[in-house]
């Protein structure tokens, strides 16, 4: 959707390298997801925000960690005790009601060099 | 924690033909239940959704049906062209922990 912004759409980490992927919607949507996508696998749950200044872990949050500062804004760190971070990372939004479709930012893809 | 599986994995039919993927899910608190088509390196797309009140929903040629005894849910696809051709995710989600739990994806291939 056009309402959600990841950047950058290609990172290269260098060993024992933190790197942070952005994520930014202009949707007016109170919850913001991330999630990691490994080659021909379903989406896994990394962390995720109903609300401004509060987060929760997903199903792999080991060895990441996010902000949410701001309501437009849910960065995603990938930190160097992530020791296999090479996937594509999912961004989504959604209005945080129950029953509620989240949508999906372009994604970016992470490689180690 | 919600685990929802998926099949068919791979699916080929021939144009005009209907495709039917499958899910299951562990958690009978879920209540929403959306489908998503993604693309080779494209974003997954909402296709359609169905909310647990409900046991059918259809828009144009994709439909979805809920069994909420049973707990599992399906995508009908009617008149299969080739750009339905993708991979095409399951997924669910609870009150509370609104996050979506997927499933494997079903690669569908059409043939012209």
């Known amino acids: 959707d056009g309402g959600i912004t990841q950047s950058p759409k290609y990172l290269f980490r260098k060993e024992g390298q933190n790197v942070t992927l952005s994520c930014e919607q202009n949707?007016?949507?109170?919850?913001m997801y991330w999630y990691r996508q490994d080659p021909g696998q379903g989406l896994r749950l990394i962390y995720y925000?109903?609300?401004?200044?509060?987060?929760q872990k997903g199903d792999i949050a080991e060895g990441y960690s996010v902000s949410r500062e701001k309501k437009e804004s849910f960065p995603l760190t990938v930190t160097s005790a992530q020791k296999n971070p090479t996937a594509f990372y999912l961004c989504?939004?959604?209005?945080?009601?129950?029953?509620?479709?989240?949508?999906f930012g372009d994604g970016t893809r992470l490689s180690i060099l | 924690g919600e685990n929802v599986e998926q099949h068919p994995s791979t699916l080929s039919v021939q144009e005009g033909d209907s495709a039917v993927i499958k899910c299951t899910y562990s958690?009978?608190?879920?209540?929403?239940f959306p489908w998503y088509k993604q693309e080779l390196g494209k974003r997954p797309q909402l296709i359609i959704d169905?909310?647990?009140?409900?046991g059918e929903k259809k828009d144009q040629r994709i439909a979805v049906t809920l069994n909420k005894t049973a707990k599992h849910f399906s995508l009908h696809i009617t008149e299969t062209q080739p750009e339905d051709s993708a991979v095409y995710f399951c997924?669910?989600?609870?009150?509370?922990?609104?996050?979506?739990?997927f499933g494997s994806g079903t690669r569908l291939q059409v043939q012209p």
């Open positions: 989504a939004s959604g209005q945080g009601g129950d029953e509620q479709p989240q949508h």
């Open positions: 949707l007016n949507h109170d919850a």
């Open positions: 925000s109903q609300i401004v200044n509060d987060f």
């Open positions: 958690d009978s608190a879920s209540n929403y």
């Open positions: 169905i909310r647990s009140n409900v």
């Open positions: 997924a669910a989600s609870k009150a509370g922990r609104r996050a979506l739990t």
